[in-house]
């Protein structure tokens, strides 16, 4: 992955997702979201897959900051550029006091976190398919 734009940009964002592998691992899934400086449009790519279980015995949300972080250092890409995060509406990503978002924002102050909008429709079709009435 190269990030050379991203590194030239102002500032980015991130899209993180806590997934289950096939082994049933539990993997934090990041793609990075910034405005490419020699377009000017809005880009969107894959930043990186980590095994949350590796260095911590839970995937709480100071194991998945630290992982964060770590993939944004092993990218060489600086948490005070960092002004976004969009996340599923879990308390562990959201949490106003122990969310994975406060403490991103303890790492950069101007972060605005907010829920993802993938999720959100996710939860619309889960909604209205549970209000169907099958015949």
């Not at 449009?41 to 770590?70: D, G, H, P, W």
Request: net charge neutral.
């Amino acid at each position: 992955v190269t990030l050379e734009k991203v590194k030239r940009a102002s500032c980015f964002a991130l899209l993180c997702d806590k997934v289950y592998d096939i082994a049933s691992n539990e993997q934090l899934v990041t793609f990075i979201k910034y405005v490419d400086p020699d377009s000017s449009m809005a880009t969107t790519q894959f930043l990186s897959t980590k095994n949350l279980l590796t260095s911590s015995e839970s995937a709480n949300a100071e194991t998945i900051k630290s992982t964060v972080l770590t993939q944004m250092a092993e990218s060489k890409l600086y948490v005070s550029k960092l002004r976004g995060l969009a996340t599923d509406e879990a308390g562990i990503m959201t949490g106003k006091r122990n969310g994975v978002s406060s403490k991103l924002r303890e790492e950069s102050k101007l972060l605005l976190s907010m829920h993802c909008i993938c999720h959100h429709v996710a939860s619309a079709c889960n909604d209205a398919n549970d209000d169907v009435a099958y015949n």
